[in-house]
């Protein structure tokens, strides 16, 4: 090979070196650091963190965070003025991000500086529908009581969910349903709709009308009163009475008669004609066994008292409303398919 062309073959390859060189991107002492994903709602605002770091050896001035997003995505601020990062040293900066549809949103952020090469991180933003809030009538417990042949007997709805509602009273919890269970006049589930612009409702075709602000329920001819289920791990104090008869009044009868009385401690007193004052979170335990224990609220409406002599009882509770419509267990308890009323009721 000729001295010439070894020339010109080096003179070539320098070429390339220097123009590879020349296109390689600049390294930039900025660094960002952004979460890597962030799940969101539509219309739901989330808070994210983004940090900015130097990382070369000499401080940078004047830094400045840009969030840079897609259309469909808000971002509060959309530029942060840093200012100096000293070597080594970060700062965090909150951002608000809010998105307005689920069409792939892109969200980037940048950092920049005086004669300093750009740095960005993208977070992968991941978005869904905002939930459906329940219906006003989902929930709802609603109970009227009958009297016949010298007995009065209760009958009721629980609202399951925006399908379907219980009919009947709820016995050891609220119930689920997934398909109609009651057949004729028997307890059980059923289909239901309500329209909530007029408050007419219809429970598998008989008519009827519930109106939230009133706490009007109508099925049919009948009207009922709302009952509030109370919440997991609920104590209060408070005392009611249940009263009823059986047989032919007045030609003959007899009358069951039970006391309930409730603390705030845990404790409980249930049987027939107990008397005394016990006080707020005051103890039963002078009473015998067999009528009083320790009671606990938990989910779907259930309380569970445990006798002092060991047996149990498992009942769905729910406390009356007031005439103003509010809930005042003292003005009334349902335990199932008894109803103790309580000192601020007027029976």
Known sequence: MSRLRVVLVFTSLACLVFAASAAAKPRSDLRVQAPKASNLTVGKTVKLKVAVSDRGRAAIPAVVLLAKASKGVTVQPAKVKVGKLAPGKRKVEVFAVTVTSTAKPKLTFVAKAPGEPKASDRVALKVGEEAKAASAIVGRYFWRSEYIVGSTYLHGFYVVDEHWIYRGIPAGGLPTCTAQT???????????????????????????????????????????????????????????????????CPLSCSFTTIELSMSSNGEFARAAGIAGFFGEGGSYGALPPEDHGTYAIDARGRIVFTYADGHIVTNTIAAMTDKAGNPDPNYGILLDDLDFFGPHSDV
């Open 182 to 248: 009651a057949q004729g006049e028997a307890d059980g589930c059923l289909p239901y709709t309500w329209d909530e612009a007029s408050g007419v409702l219809n429970v598998a075709g008989t008519l009827g009308e519930f109106k939230p602000d009133t706490h009007t329920f109508k099925v049919g001819e009948d009207f009922y009163s709302e009952a509030i289920p109370v919440p997991a791990g609920t104590k209060f104090d408070v005392t009611g009475s249940y009263i009823n008869s059986f047989g032919i």
